[in-house]
T-cell receptor, first 117, second 114 residues
Framework: GAVVSQHPSRVICKSGTSVKIECRSL??????MFWYRQFPKQSLMLMAT?????????EQGVEKDKFLINHASLTLSTLTVTSAHPEDSSFYIC?????????????FGPGTRLLVL | GENVEQHPSTLSVQEGDSAVIKCTYS??????FPWYKQELGKRPQLIID?????GEKKDQRIAVTLNKTAKHFSLHITETQPEDSAVYFC?????????????FGKGTRLSVIA
């Protein structure tokens, strides 16, 4: 299957700082990537749809100014958590579809565990 | 929009027994139904998927059934093994639509007791 990577795998930061998470499709191009967050023992909550070369589409209740998404190339999308607070601590996972709009199988990255102190 | 319900939330079975997880969806336009397995602290892994043009699909010990009329689909794991213990998520989406996000169920925590 297609390979999606994320960096970093885990990060600890102080409250008020910003954290950038990278999501890369390693062996395919992805015009669309998705960002999810997952709290312990809960499901995947879609945060936003990242579209290459255009603005991301955010789900209701997700602050676009707090969770900045940039999809500057067909293999890289970044999520920046700005002015992070302890309640932002979570597991952030990205996914991408190999084969573009004519396919539907989503492959997930390994996730980034964020802890805000 | 689409809403996916998943049951049960937890399931314990003895090793060797079968496990069944059920999901329902609300949007009749959905025509793609993948199942993901997530082990603790790891990424969700696609284990099987079914598209609306078939009613059943099998891959070794894993099978999925789909009832479009009733809008429900199920995952069946036979001869369960301890390594099947994980959280399983069902999802619903659209075929040939890579820019449309999947809608996930809340997950089922499966424990296989040796």
């Amino acid at each position: 299957g297609a390979v999606v990577s994320q960096h970093p795998s885990r990060v600890i930061c102080k409250s008020g700082t910003s954290v950038k998470i990278e999501c890369r499709s390693l062996d395919f191009q992805a015009t669309t990537m998705f960002w999810y967050r997952q709290f312990p023992k809960q499901s995947l909550m879609l945060m936003a749809t990242s579209n290459e070369g255009s603005k991301a589409t955010y789900e209701q209740g997700v602050e676009k100014d707090k969770f900045l998404i940039n999809h500057a190339s067909l293999t890289l999308s970044t999520l920046t958590v700005t002015s992070a607070h302890p309640e932002d601590s979570s597991f952030y996972i990205c996914s991408a579809v190999a084969g573009g709009s004519k396919q539907e199988t989503q492959y997930f990255g390994p996730g980034t565990r964020l802890l805000v102190l | 929009g689409e809403n996916v319900e998943q049951h049960p939330s937890t399931l314990s079975v003895q090793e060797g027994d079968s496990a069944v997880i059920k999901c329902t969806y609300s949007d009749s336009a959905s025509n793609y139904f993948p199942w993901y397995k997530q082990e603790l602290g790891k990424r969700p892994q696609l284990i099987i998927d079914i598209r609306s043009n078939v009613g059943e699909k099998k891959d070794q010990r894993i099978a999925v059934t789909l009832n479009k009329t009733a809008k429900h689909f199920s995952l069946h794991i036979t001869e369960t093994q301890p390594e099947d213990s994980a959280v399983y998520f069902c999802a619903a989406g659209l075929r040939n639509s890579g820019n449309t996000p999947l809608v996930f169920g809340k997950g089922t925590r499966l424990s296989v007791i040796a």
